[in-house]
């Protein structure tokens, strides 16, 4: 479909919706009360509803213009649960009148409409609207009048939602009229106003309509006036010439509704004011030309500073502490400061680290997890720069934080730069651009860089753990549509990521990505309070050059990762995907080879325990959840509980385990509770993790006294020979060739039912 097709069918669609609506205006149908679909003792129940012969309208759309509703899906499979909705026979009988009434105004004018009912059962009734749509009227001629005067009239009368030919519809008709009425309103001309008249040749089918303008004169805005209501006991605190300066509306200038309207919502983005106003001055014309008019902005101030601290605990940060302190008017005009900090893994992380018993036990033997995580930064937003309604805001910054099993990143200093695009992709569609400039470095196990990046000496992992600048550019997109922000129960969201790193951004040669990531979730409530909520979640990691496989380092905190409370819930944080295992020992042999030599392998047993395991993440990811959130029998206010499903796994493409089927996802069901709270629902979960513990690289790395752990292969059968190189304190130190060491160790089977649960406590709904 082309795009000017595209731009066509949007007028379509909500002209459809825009005729619904007034069918239920239009229709008498009597008081609300009159309007009770939902069930008394002795009522009968509307089982199903359906309709037959529309072939130019889906049911949704004639079903959202009646009243008589079928009792919710649930009601009807398992006839427990769920909305019992019952007929109103007066309400069913003016039905018939308001499908008839909008199939007119659409151009069907020889419509029929009959009703099918059956009673399956006493006190139960199955309908059918059955639609003889008949022949349409198609729109013959469309002619203007009153533009005479104005400027350029084709580009007020070019794509509007119907043209000569179309099927004559009224709703689009009206669509039109609206139209051009804004059009003219964003020229220059506040008063316009648009008539329509019609005539129809029901014999010829034929239907000729014109539109009649008024547009009034050509105006500009001889002055705006700025009333600033201070809060209750100060003084103002933003001058008119700020409130004019953001509103970027000029004295004489041409009268601009669009204008008006963006200036009003750049007013409500600086957070300075409570309420925005804009209007016009009805008595202004006094002394003035009628093509003059007064614009009149009213103001209420918001309170120009904000501080705020919050306490928090979870599974992975242990006790963690957050404040943010915001001035919107930093140094005058409007200008925004925001100071922010955060700390977590208080309790367990140096130099905090005075209870760790308060913390979960899964994180005492985290390595990432012994040092405090921190963030502080400065943010800095100038209203108006360089003429651009929205410039960038920069922020200067100082962090280390950590993730669970993989790494840690330590970054001195950083700054990046922020900017939004509010009609990025559309109206719905805003688009964040980030650029960030990073100085710093990123800790992460021998064995993650010995296995992802074949970096096993410690002067080759010394040379990409020492500080460095990574440059990243990232654009994220999100459409979201649903009734709640936090808690969401109807709507869908979607989000589209792309991270880049180069030469070309910035980053230090050697270093190079592109991460793309993709999510949809949708949120449907089947009845008053139960909700069915569904994400998918794909992910891919390519080169800086978009290869499928890239040659410059990526970062392990670019690498994707799967696994944890907001992933799929029956495994632990990261560690879906591919692991490597440091085991606890090895076994040295000698094997004889050709020609009589002895060579020494060092191998670990499966059934061998292991210290811990490293996530190494993956280059392609994908994770799938489904959930059913319902309130609780007890306390049915304050908590929800939850039964869910999740799926996902990630993978290192162009290595020889890279199977992508439908075998190698992982399942795990499992149940949660949520508790209401002001910062949203506490949540609970529980994930049941039913396979084995996966295969993967295993090496050693006991620390000697005096000297640098030694980092080995040991995975079953593996083929790198090792040499003795020296003997300390009756240990041999070997030597090991260069080889690939292959993901050969698999614990032991887990047994029994608690031990395959997995437990995770955090704020906020998974998805």
């Known amino acids: 479909?082309?795009?000017?097709?595209?731009?066509?069918?949007?007028?379509?669609?909500?002209?459809?919706?825009?005729?619904?609506?007034?069918?239920?205006?239009?229709?008498?149908?009597?008081?609300?009360?009159?309007?009770?679909?939902?069930?008394?003792?002795?009522?009968?129940?509307?089982?199903?509803?359906?309709?037959?012969?529309?072939?130019?309208?889906?049911?949704?759309?004639?079903?959202?213009?009646?009243?008589?509703?079928?009792?919710?899906?649930?009601?009807?499979?398992?006839?427990?649960?769920g909305t019992k909705r019952c007929l109103d026979e007066n309400q069913f009988r003016l039905d018939v009148a308001r499908l008839i009434l909008f199939y007119r105004r659409s151009g069907f004018f020889q419509v029929q409409v009959d009703t099918i009912v059956q009673r399956p059962a006493p006190l139960t009734m199955d309908i059918v609207f059955a639609v003889n749509e008949g022949?349409?009227?198609?729109?013959?001629?469309?002619?203007?009048?009153?533009?005479?005067?104005?400027?350029?009239?084709?580009?007020?009368?070019?794509?509007?939602?119907?043209?000569?030919?179309?099927?004559?519809?009224?709703?689009?008709?009206?669509?039109?009229?609206?139209?051009?009425?804004?059009?003219?309103?964003?020229?220059?001309?506040?008063?316009?106003?648009?008539?329509?008249?019609f005539t129809v040749d029901t014999a010829a089918q034929l239907a000729s309509a014109v539109l009649h303008v008024s547009p009034g004169p050509l105006t500009r805005i001889a002055q705006v006036s700025v009333e600033i209501t201070p809060r209750a006991g100060m003084e103002p605190q933003m001058s008119p010439a700020t409130v004019r300066r953001l509103l970027r509306v000029r004295d004489s200038s041409l009268y601009n509704e669009r204008q008006l309207v963006q200036g009003q919502r750049d007013l409500y983005l600086t957070d300075a004011f409570e309420r925005v106003e804009i209007s016009l001055d009805s008595g202004f014309a006094r002394g003035f030309a009628d093509s003059s008019v007064g614009v009149i902005v009213r103001v209420v101030e918001a309170p120009m500073h904000t501080a705020r601290v919050g306490v928090g605990y979870g599974t992975l940060d242990c006790l963690r502490t957050q404040g943010d302190y915001t001035n919107v008017n930093f140094l005058g005009g409007a200008r925004r400061l925001e100071l922010a900090g955060r700390v977590s893994k208080i309790g367990i992380g140096a130099p905090g680290d005075f209870a760790p018993e308060l913390c979960f036990p899964q994180i005492r033997d985290d390595p990432y997890s012994d040092t405090l995580n921190y963030y502080v930064g400065a943010t800095f937003r100038q209203p108006r720069l360089l003429g651009l309604r929205t410039p960038p805001a920069i922020t200067l910054y100082s962090e280390r934080r950590s993730e669970y099993r993989a790494y840690m990143r330590n970054t001195p200093v950083a700054v990046s730069l922020t900017r939004v695009w509010q009609n990025g992709l559309g109206s719905e569609v805003p688009v964040t651009g980030v650029y960030s400039l990073e100085y710093g470095r990123t800790h992460a196990q021998p064995a993650f860089f010995c296995a992802v990046f074949n970096l096993c000496s410690e002067d080759d992992r010394a040379s990409v753990q020492q500080n460095q600048r990574l440059a990243v550019l990232s654009f994220a997109a999100e459409r979201g549509r649903t009734d709640n922000p936090v808690n969401p129960s109807q709507g869908t969201v979607a989000r589209l990521d792309w991270r880049h790193s180069s030469v070309a951004v910035g980053s230090e040669s050697g270093q190079g990505f592109n991460v793309i990531q993709g999510s949809v979730?949708?949120?449907?409530?089947?009845?008053?309070?139960?909700?069915?909520?569904?994400?998918?979640?794909?992910?891919?990691?390519?080169?800086?050059?978009?290869?499928?496989?890239?040659?410059?380092?990526?970062?392990?905190q670019e690498r994707l990762y799967g696994g944890g409370p907001n992933s799929v819930r029956g495994f632990r944080q990261n560690e879906l995907g591919p692991i490597v295992y440091l085991a606890r020992g090895y076994v040295a042999f000698d094997s004889t080879v050709a020609g009589g030599a002895q060579e020494t392998y060092l191998r670990a047993s499966p059934v061998n325990d292991y210290d811990r395991t490293v996530a190494t993440g993956g280059n392609a990811a994908l994770v799938g959840n489904l959930e059913l959130r319902f309130p609780s029998p007890v306390l049915r206010d304050l908590i929800q509980l939850t039964t869910f499903l999740d799926v996902g796994e990630v993978w290192n493409r162009g290595s020889s385990s890279f199977n992508l089927g439908f075998s190698q996802l992982r399942w795990t069901p499992g149940v949660g509770l949520r508790a209401r709270s002001p910062v949203g629902p506490i949540r609970f979960d529980i994930g049941y993790n039913p396979y084995d513990l996966q295969r993967g690289v295993a090496y050693f790395d006991e620390a000697l006294t005096g000297s640098v752990a030694p980092l080995y292969c040991v995975s079953p059968g593996n083929t790198i020979p090792a040499t003795v190189v020296e003997v300390v304190n009756g240990r041999a130190i070997y030597e090991q060739a260069d080889g690939p060491c292959p993901a050969a160790f698999q614990p032991e089977s887990r047994r029994g039912f608690f031990r395959n649960l997995t437990f995770h406590f955090s704020i906020g709904q998974a998805f």
């Open 521 to 556: 979730a949708g949120y449907h409530s089947i009845a008053p309070e139960w909700i069915v909520a569904a994400r998918v979640r794909l992910g891919i990691l390519l080169g800086s050059t978009f290869s499928a496989v890239s040659n410059d380092f990526v970062p392990p």
């Open 1 to 81: 479909m082309s795009v000017r097709a595209l731009v066509r069918r949007a007028p379509t669609v909500l002209a459809g919706w825009f005729a619904v609506a007034t069918v239920a205006l239009t229709v008498p149908s009597g008081t609300a009360e009159a309007q009770d679909i939902y069930c008394d003792p002795g009522d009968t129940e509307v089982r199903s509803l359906r309709f037959s012969g529309n072939d130019a309208f889906s049911d949704d759309i004639l079903a959202r213009g009646i009243v008589t509703e079928a009792s919710s899906l649930l009601r009807r499979r398992l006839n427990v649960v």
């Open 135 to 197: 022949p349409t009227l198609a729109l013959d001629s469309l002619g203007f009048t009153g533009l005479h005067d104005v400027a350029e009239p084709a580009r007020i009368t070019n794509n509007l939602p119907i043209e000569v030919g179309d099927r004559f519809d009224q709703y689009k008709l009206d669509s039109a009229r609206v139209a051009i009425e804004r059009r003219l309103r964003n020229r220059g001309y506040p008063r316009a106003q648009v008539e329509r008249t």
